[in-house]
């Protein structure tokens, strides 16, 4: 019987697997700083190891006339470090690579090196009660510099994203679907220009999924809308495994 059981969470995990990448596909986008990979930490104390892809849309402002509106693409990839002293709270470095580019304005910068951090604490279930489900907070900040040519003159554009979101997960088997809220500023600092950037919306909802093919590797896949229209997938490894 458990091994039905193992068997029938192994079909359902690669079935929501397989709508987040089918999601990913249509929406033909993908992501800012993922929320997930993991949405609940099980293996505490220890680490979590994930490398990924993604891409994200928004549109975005100048900040002293919102009637500029051009729409922003930035490319990424992502390598998380997270340091997990106890289940309830868990520190992580981000880095990796990442380019910002503009529609209207013709801008397409260059490949930059893209660098963070962030934190994540659990606020419920507390150590007295057992439950599948998982509800935390989440804080991040990522930024990059890229550059690109425009009339002749050589433009920087700082790019910094802050992002507090609020999550529900569950947890079955090896499978952590999970969802939120998210409050998720963008600003972007161009050389030279009075017009600099801003995102046109601050607020988003994304939903996820954490599959675990073995009690120590993973697959991620997030999507997110309103704020920003992205998808992140990733593949990572805990140590000790995932309980």
């Given at each position: 019987m458990s091994r039905r059981r193992n068997g029938a969470g192994q079909l359902v995990g690669l079935g929501l697997l397989l709508l987040v990448l089918v999601l990913a596909v249509w929406t033909s986008v993908a992501s800012a700083t993922p929320v997930?990979?993991?949405?609940a930490n099980s293996g505490a104390p220890g680490f979590i190891f994930n490398s990924g892809v993604g891409f994200t849309m928004r549109d975005m402002e100048a900040d002293k006339d919102d009637q500029i509106v051009d729409e922003a693409q930035s490319s990424r990839f992502l390598a998380k470090l997270d340091v997990v002293p106890s289940k309830y709270i868990d520190a992580y470095g981000l880095i990796g690579a990442a380019d910002f580019q503009l529609d209207d304005a013709d801008y397409r910068g260059t490949l930059a090196t893209a660098y963070g951090g962030g934190a994540r604490g659990e606020l419920f279930p507390l150590w007295f009660y057992s439950t599948p489900f998982r509800v935390a907070v989440d804080v991040n900040y990522l930024t990059f510099t890229t550059e690109d040519?425009?009339?002749?003159?050589?433009?920087?554009?700082?790019?910094e994203?802050?992002?507090?979101?609020?999550?529900?997960a569950y947890?079955?088997?090896?499978?952590?679907?999970?969802?939120?809220?998210?409050?998720n500023p963008t600003y972007v600092t161009m050389e030279g220009s009075r017009n600099n950037l801003v995102g046109d919306t601050d607020y988003g909802v994304f939903i996820g999924?954490?599959?675990f093919v073995t009690p120590n590797v993973f697959f991620a896949g997030e999507l997110s809308i309103f704020a920003e229209?992205?998808?992140?997938?990733?593949v990572g490894f805990t140590f000790p495994e995932n309980r």
């Open positions: 997930g990979g993991t949405a040519t425009l009339g002749g003159q050589d433009i920087k554009a700082r790019y994203e802050y992002q507090a979101s609020a999550l529900l947890q079955w088997q090896g499978i952590t679907p999970y969802g939120g809220f998210k409050y999924l954490d599959y229209t992205s998808i992140f997938l990733a």
